[in-house]
């Protein structure tokens, strides 16, 4: 089976402007889940979705909001890009029942 | 506040000895465990889990303890070898939480020849 895929891998975007990652779990995976990591937090829980809804949302603005297809692809949208927005964005699938995640790659945003 | 604790950023350990990472959590409804090893520029691979039921899970060369009273858990691996040179994170879950996962900050395993 193909892995978790993300796009971008890399991004750079200004301040004040907008950005929308991609991610495509592993087939038969119905729930994605994203994560910011950053060398001062770590890996932080920002939103999980599961068949097209959202079950569980981390301690993120609302700047940070995300969708889920019905094939199960996601995205993620950060709106208003402010300068600590700058990280890396993990997307991880899991197949139902099983709390064992499996990342992607990650895009790696920088925000000048 | 982080509910999940890796105390040590780094270790540095000889080729063949034994590697052990340690984690610590602050949740009592954490009921499920993982471990994940991180390489530059990839994502976390997932490694080894256990459940609040067991104690200890063995895969190969990776053994997970959980100590449910003291609320710890710690990795072993032996051998260690130099290609176990990496970031190892701690993860948990909460029941209540769905699939959210609560991530230590990482210990940089540093396995010499």
């Known amino acids: 089976k193909a892995g978790v895929t993300q796009t971008p891998r890399y991004l750079i975007k200004t301040r004040g402007q907008q950005v929308t990652l991609s991610c495509s779990p592993i087939?038969?995976?119905?729930?994605v889940s994203w994560y910011q990591q950053t060398p001062g937090q770590g890996l932080q829980f920002l939103f999980e979705y599961f068949s097209e809804t959202q079950r569980n949302k981390g301690n993120f603005p609302g700047r940070f909001s995300g969708r889920q297809f019905s094939n199960s692809r996601s995205e993620m949208n950060v709106s208003t890009l402010e300068l600590g927005d700058s990280a890396l964005y993990l997307c991880?699938?899991?197949?139902?029942?099983?709390?064992?995640?499996?990342f992607g790659p990650g895009t790696r945003l920088t925000v000048t | 506040d982080q509910q999940v604790k890796q105390n040590s950023p780094s270790l540095s350990v000889q080729e063949g000895r034994i590697s052990i990472l340690n984690c610590d959590y602050t949740n009592s409804m954490f009921d499920y465990f993982l471990w994940y090893k991180k390489y530059p520029a990839e994502g976390p691979t997932f490694l080894i889990s256990?459940?609040?039921?067991?104690d200890k899970n063995e895969d190969g060369r990776f053994t997970v303890f959980l100590n449910k009273s003291a609320k710890h858990l710690s990795l072993h691996i032996v051998p260690s070898q130099p290609g176990d040179s990496a970031v190892y994170f701690c993860a948990a879950s909460d029941p209540n939480s769905g699939y959210a996962l609560n991530f230590g900050k990482g210990t940089s395993l540093l396995v010499t020849p």
């Open positions: 087939s038969g995976h119905r729930s």
């Open positions: 991880a699938s899991s197949p139902i029942g099983n709390y064992e995640q499996y």
């Open positions: 256990i459940s609040s039921i067991k």
